[in-house]
């Protein structure tokens, strides 16, 4: 039991999964798939949640995803027929377990928005994927779950303006190209200025932190761009991308933050959207740490955070 999670039997606290679809992936690929099972089991053990109230979401319907992206996007991704520079852009082999998989990682970000719009809160224990724009799947990321779950919730009539604070170490392109129209979802994107995408599109607001940032300078950046952010955005729902790769042994980021930094991270985020009066949907986004288990502490210590705004 963490303190200050619910105690049991209140069971407020509720984490959607695709932990048990998994994809074939070459030997030692960067993607951490054992993360997501490891996850499940740790925010158990932690008291983090009761194991009945780890869900597991059916995949999200090809009309959400053909809401937000491309149609002739969707039907190579449906039937494996991506482009040689699209598979490689993907980084990623494509399989039909691949696509369900992704599609019921969507489908755990609606679900959890839902749950965000009821309880205040809610959290995926996947998604994040920002790569994805309307007409290109890159860099891991095959679907825009934020984009498709928005796009499904506004369509309902449940949401206006929204917020997606982006704090994956990688800057957010998918999401910025999807909602470079949108007047109505303000984008924010802190990221390392040296990491992947190279070539990147504007979010409403972008702040490039220089490698080796720590976790002052990286507070202060946030809270900067908190404070521009959340006035403008006027969300109802905000997406958090708890990425956990701005950490300092990350073999992908370049920032150095450490957990009790990402943990300072979390609970900034949290309490500034939430005293703005915006429901906060969290997701995973990205972690490549060496040891997978690094990884699962930074994502648990997220999940943890939520609950006790929860309790
Ligand atoms: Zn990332």
Known sequence: MIPGAAPAGLRTMRLWTHDRWRFPLPERHRFPIDKYALL???????????????????????AWIEAVHDGALVERIRDGSLTLRESR????????????RARRAVAGSVEAARFALEHGLGMNLGGGTHHAGRDFARGYCLFNDAGVALSLLRGEGRVGRALVVDCDVHQGDGTAHLFADDDATF???????????????PSDLDVDLPSGTGDDAYLTALAGALDAAIPRADADLAFYLAGADPWEGDRLGRLALTKAGLRARDELVLDRLRAAGARVCVVLAGGYAEDVRDTVDINAATAAAVARRLS
């Open 187 to 201: 984008t924010l994107s802190l990221h390392g200025a040296r990491n992947y995408p190279f070539q990147r599109i």
């Open 40 to 62: 499940r089991e740790r925010v158990v053990a932690d008291g983090i949640v009761e194991p009945a109230d780890v869900l597991e979401p059916d995949p999200a319907p090809w």
């Open 89 to 100: 852009g993907l980084g990623l082999p494509w399989s039909p377990e691949l696509v369900e």
